[in-house]
């Protein structure tokens, strides 16, 4: 089992950047791969990106690409989100989330272990 942190979530104008953080325990870090995910109101949860075990390869969401950056630091035991230019419609509770394998992974059932998340909010 894995135990997830979120941290860096919070209030900023659009336009904006917030980096969140994830600290992990437990198992063996580089022994899965990572996600973010996000959960607006009245919206089911969505990846954002993800990140295999050595972080070597990464996804985005479309709707992100170009403005977020995944990345970890395996010595850390941490996994981030660089989240640049945000828009509004970016709020949303983030949760980071432990994959069942080290390959990088978009399908939500291959994580089973999840962060209590951080609420990110951006003003127009």
């Known amino acids: 089992q894995v135990q997830l942190v979120e941290s860096g979530g919070g209030l900023v104008q659009a336009g904006g950047s917030l980096r969140l953080s994830c600290a992990a325990s437990?198992?063996?870090?580089?022994?899965?791969?990572m996600g973010w995910f996000r959960q607006a109101p009245g919206k089911g949860r969505e990846i954002v990106a993800s990140?295999?075990?050595?972080?070597?390869?990464?996804y985005y969401a479309d709707s992100v690409k170009g403005r977020f950056t995944i990345s970890r630091d395996n010595a850390k035991n941490t996994v981030y989100l660089q989240m640049n230019s945000l828009k509004p419609e970016n709020t949303a509770v983030y949760y980071c989330a432990a994959a069942d394998r080290k390959l990088l992974t978009t399908f939500i059932s291959r994580y089973n272990d999840w962060g209590q998340g951080t609420q990110v909010t951006v003003s127009s």
């Open positions: 437990g198992r063996t870090f580089t022994s899965y791969a």
């Open positions: 990140i295999n075990w050595s972080g070597s390869n990464t």
